[in-house]
Nanobody
Framework: QVQLVESGGGLVQAGGSLRLSCAAS????????MGWYRQAPGKQRELVAG???????NYAESVKGRFTISTDNAKNTVYLQMNSLKPEDTAVYYC????????WGQGTQVTVSS
């Protein structure tokens, strides 16, 4: 099992930055893929960014060049650095860990004001 705890969300003005953190309850070294989804009101949950155990990353087209996903294996933590934030980035952001079973965090709210 893996427990995931997100932090770092909040309210920011358009053009600003936030860094989300996702702390795992055990080593993430062997987890196939970790990353972030988001869900805005009235919309489906969408993949924002993912990173594999080999360090390969992928991003939604809407965040490429603005968001960066990274890991710190020593801290069992995944980060999402979000720059140049836009109002359309407003959503609840969920951390996930894909193993044989998929695990999810509780979500953290990101609100970008115009």
């Amino acid at each position: 099992q893996v427990q995931l705890v997100e932090s770092g969300g909040g309210l920011v003005q358009a053009g600003g930055s936030l860094r989300l953190s996702c702390a795992a309850s055990r080593s993430i070294f062997s987890i196939n893929t970790m990353g972030w989804y988001r869900q805005a009101p009235g919309k489906q949950r969408e993949l924002v960014a993912g990173i594999t155990s080999t360090g390969r990353t992928n991003y939604a087209e809407s965040v490429k060049g603005r968001f960066t996903i990274s890991t710190d294996n020593a801290k069992n933590t995944v980060y999402l650095q979000m720059n140049s934030l836009k109002p359309e980035d407003t959503a609840v952001y969920y951390c996930f860990a894909a193993t044989v079973v998929n695990y999810w965090g509780q979500g953290t709210q990101v609100t970008v004001s115009s």
